[in-house]
């Protein structure tokens, strides 16, 4: 039975026959996973033995399953730069559910299809159409299956996923991301989260990581919009391997092979088989991260601050990062004041709430955002006119936090977000053993280190060898 049965559309019929029809596919699923269908892993005639294949061009996404219990989703739109339509969203969170279920399956690749794009986001004119058209309801309804998918993907913990960022990796490609174990950055990598430019406001479960990214880097990300490209996203954490494009295919024949050989995959394996491909920059001349050195250390004193006119005036301040503040200044005097004062104050909630909370959160403040008037000005303006939108209220000045509190996070939705699995009540980063140590840990390292070269060993001891270590730590101490 195929795995991503055609969607009926977006109006009100297929929503109310959304969860009939949800459930039956996820049985199907299920069955299928229970069925003695294949030879046993390990066994000689199982070697690279193919399950199942299921795609339909118009669900966008093929799901393909090896009896070596390596499963993976492609996002196949590569003409629309992968992004993630509804449909897409269920065929994946119920695939990954049953997965989960399975005793066949150990781990998850998820890729797209091209040479442009990872996945460049949710495809958000179905939601701009209905808000238009006065369907608020219908709206907010289909945005739940994001939420609940970022969710699934977030608390996921025995079927370990493995994603391939190679190209661009944007809004909800990057929430579909980031919460995997293995997030592998390549040469063509570009990591964003632009919400702030159409009236809304980073989500794909944002508030719970940028929180926990190095000192205030994700704020800065989050607020500004601005693109990390290539190994920048291995060095800020959000990747925790970076690997060569044109060693992609052999990096997931190894992973394959791993599992015929020993009939199992654990996390330490995998990031020891993803280690093996890794970037050689562990020398001298290694590429600088561009948010590292003043850079980050302005980062740091000026998004401190708890307001965006204290921000504002610090970036005017900035001594020493002069070229950097300039820029900034320029990116954010672009952007929704509303959406920067929202995100500032998610941003701080988020840092002390768990996973499931903040996507919880997420969903009641996009509940307000899609039905107001910054969301349509910029969709509109970004998706059909292509002119600049025109923010109301204009600046920061004139936007009230207290009006955005009580309007966004003091009013409580009538129907709150329901999830399709349980899980997500941690509020540490389940997986940054995996990633590069921070900024803040290499500069605490390196005041108590007599010189760069003992910082240097100190951490590869400590991350057990980690690829890339010596170049970060070069980059980060080279001011």
Not at 143 to 164: D, E, M, P, Q
């Amino acid at each position: 039975m195929p795995l991503n049965k055609k969607s009926s559309g977006t109006g009100s019929n297929s929503s109310l026959s959304y969860g009939a029809v949800a459930n039956q596919r996820l049985l199907a699923v299920q069955k299928r996973l229970v069925t003695p269908s294949s030879p046993s892993v390990g066994s000689p005639s199982s070697k690279d033995v193919f399950i199942s294949s299921s795609t339909a061009a118009d669900d966008g996404v093929v799901i393909t399953e090896h009896a070596s219990g390596i499963y993976e989703i492609l996002l196949n739109r590569p003409t629309k730069l992968n992004s993630i339509t509804f449909s897409m969203c269920d065929i994946i969170a119920e695939n990954l559910l049953a997965w989960e279920m399975s005793e066949v399956s150990k781990v998850v690749l998820i890729k797209g299809a091209g040479e442009k794009a990872f996945c460049a986001g949710g495809d958000i004119r179905d939601l701009v159409d209905l808000e238009l058209a006065g369907r608020h309801d219908e709206c907010i309804d289909l945005f739940k299956k994001h939420c609940r998918l970022n969710h699934v993907v977030g608390t996921r913990r025995k079927t370990c996923l493995i994603a391939i960022m190679d190209g661009i990796t944007m809004g909800g490609g990057v929430g579909l991301s980031i919460n995997a174990p293995f997030r592998i950055a390549t040469e063509n990598t570009v990591h964003a989260m632009p919400e702030c430019s159409i009236g809304h406001f980073p989500d794909a479960s944002a508030s719970f990581w940028y929180p926990r990214l190095d000192g205030y880097l994700g704020l800065y990300l989050g607020l500004t919009g601005h693109r990390l490209r290539g190994v920048d996203v291995f060095y800020a954490g959000i990747a925790t391997h970076y690997v060569s494009s044109k060693n992609l295919n052999k990096l997931e024949d190894a992973l394959k092979e791993l599992v015929r050989n020993n009939g199992t995959l654990e996390q330490d394996a995998i990031n020891a088989a993803i280690e093996q491909f890794y970037v050689d920059m562990d020398q001298e001349k290694a590429p600088m991260f561009s948010l590292g050195g003043d850079v980050y250390k302005a980062i740091n004193r000026c998004f401190q601050h708890d307001t965006m006119e204290e921000i504002v005036v610090a970036l005017k301040d900035e001594k020493i990062a002069t070229t950097w503040a300039k820029e900034t200044l320029d990116q954010l005097a672009n952007l929704s004041p509303t959406s920067l004062k929202l995100f500032l104050q998610l941003y701080h909630a988020g840092a002390s709430l768990s996973f499931t909370d903040c996507m919880k959160l997420e969903y009641q403040l996009t509940n307000q955002t899609l039905a107001g008037r910054e969301f349509k000005e910029g969709a509109r303006t970004t998706l059909i006119t292509r002119t600049a939108p025109k923010w109301d209220p204009p600046t920061v000045e004139t936007v009230n936090a207290s009006d955005i509190k009580h309007t966004y996070f003091d009013t409580l939705m009538d129907k709150p977000l329901t999830l399709l699995c349980e899980g997500g009540d941690n509020k540490d980063y389940p997986f940054a053993r995996f990633a590069l140590p921070q900024c803040s840990e290499i500069l605490n390292m390196a005041e108590r280190s007599s010189d760069r070269e003992s910082t240097i060993m100190q951490f590869i001891e400590k991350y057990n060898g980690k690829k890339g270590i010596k170049a970060k730590v070069i980059s980060v101490l080279s001011i």
